[in-house]
């Protein structure tokens, strides 16, 4: 389920954005082609919600590496301001999710953008196989 979310996210991103932007799923310090985008799910949470119906919460972090360190900060909030359009609901799998808790930070440079695609999750139970046949004897005394 998570890397519907993320390959979601990443056709959002490069829709809003185009080709000039790269778009990385594993962490790569060195060798980054800025600008770029790295998106990551952090601590998600799976909890009993009513027989086996889940609530699953996936928190992403999305960071933006900008391209100009003179116009670092600026090229930041402007990115920020169209991932809060492109992100608030993704096509996961043919259901729409609403993104929730959508907010951003710019530290050292670099953008943070969160936001959370929490949603339902029914899990079937584990069918057994069945007997096919079944005999029984009985004997009455008397």
């Known amino acids: 389920m ?11 991103i490069y829709t809003e ?5 790269s778009i990385c799923r594993e962490a790569k310090k060195q060798d980054l082609k800025k ?3 790295f998106i990551s799910c952090i601590n998600p949470t799976d909890r009993l919600f009513l027989n086996r119906r889940y609530f ?18 600026e090229e930041c909030l402007e990115a920020a ?14 259901d729409w999710v609403m993104g929730t808790k959508l907010k951003y930070e710019v530290v050292d440079g670099i953008l943070h953008f969160f936001v959370n695609y929490d949603m339902f999750v ?5 069918t057994f196989p069945v007997m096919e046949e079944v005999s029984s004897e009985t ?4």
Do not use: M, W
């Open 2 to 12: 998570i890397h519907s979310i993320i390959e979601s996210i990443s056709r959002s």
């Open 17 to 21: 954005f185009g080709d000039a932007y």
């Open 35 to 37: 600008p770029c985008f």
């Open 56 to 73: 699953r919460q996936n928190p992403f972090c999305i960071q933006y590496f900008p391209a100009d360190g003179l116009r670092g900060n």
């Open 81 to 94: 301001e169209r991932l809060f359009v492109c992100l608030e609901y993704l096509d996961v799998g043919g």
């Open 122 to 126: 029914y899990r079937t139970a584990e």
């Open 139 to 142: 004997s009455v005394k008397g």
